[in-house]
């Protein structure tokens, strides 16, 4: 796999759109794993660096989806 800036060598892929990316261009961002709720508390289990491209934009807010329920 190429990297999608420079087209070089992939040492990895976006988390987020999994776009290829070598060493240079390689950015983390946090990654929500898993979601649960402890008591009367939602919490949520994340990894903190994650690996992104720096060309997707991650939504930063939840997107409703009605027609899955």
């Known amino acids: 796999m190429d990297c999608w800036h ?3 060598t992939a040492v990895g892929t976006c988390r987020f ?5 070598c ?3 390689v950015e983390t961002h946090p990654y929500i ?9 939602n919490k949520v289990l994340v ?8 060309a997707c934009t991650p939504r930063p807010d939840p997107v ?4 899955l329920k």
């Open 64 to 67: 409703e989806l009605p027609e």
């Open 17 to 21: 759109c999994g776009r290829g990316i």
């Open 33 to 41: 794993l898993d979601t649960f709720r402890s008591g009367d508390v």
């Open 6 to 8: 420079c087209k070089r």
């Open 47 to 54: 990894v903190e660096d994650a690996l992104f491209c720096g």
């Open 23 to 25: 060493e240079d261009h």
